[in-house]
Nanobody
Framework: QLELVESGGGLVQPGGSLRLSCAAS????????IAWFRQAPGKEREGVSC????????HYADSVKGRFTISRDNAKNTVYLQMNSLKPEDTAVYYC????????????????WGQGTQVTVSS
């Protein structure tokens, strides 16, 4: 069974940091592009970051550039999202998803999704 499981969410103060994890089972993450999306209440799901499978390149939404870093540990079959300098507007449920090629502009083609992890940035 193919599965993605996110973890690492929580409550953090503005300016704080969190590291999200996306662990895969049933398939090898290295063969897929892995993206992080987020969805705030009343808003559409938006792409945050993507780790490309073919060349290891990374991609970020403008709203998180310079603050978030995506990485992959092939030995652990896990992708991480390090989030620094968090802002209240980063509050959302964060999802990881797998697709053959990276894109942050659509959820189309992402065949595998995790259940999501809540990130709340508040004082």
């Amino acid at each position: 069974q193919l599965e993605l499981v996110e973890s690492g969410g929580g409550l953090v103060q503005p300016g704080g940091s969190l590291r999200l994890s996306c662990a895969a089972s049933g398939f090898t993450l290295g063969y897929y592009a892995i993206a992080w999306f987020r969805q705030a209440p009343g808003k559409e799901r938006e792409g945050v970051s993507c780790f490309s499978s073919n060349d290891g390149s990374t991609h970020y939404a403008d709203s998180v550039k310079g603050r978030f870093t995506i990485s992959r540990d092939n030995a652990k079959n896990t992708v991480y999202l390090q989030m620094n300098s968090l802002k209240p507007e980063d509050t959302a449920v964060y999802y990881c998803a797998a697709r053959p090629l990276c894109t942050l502009i659509t959820t189309t083609g992402y065949d595998y999704w995790g259940q999501g992890t809540q990130v709340t940035v508040s004082s």
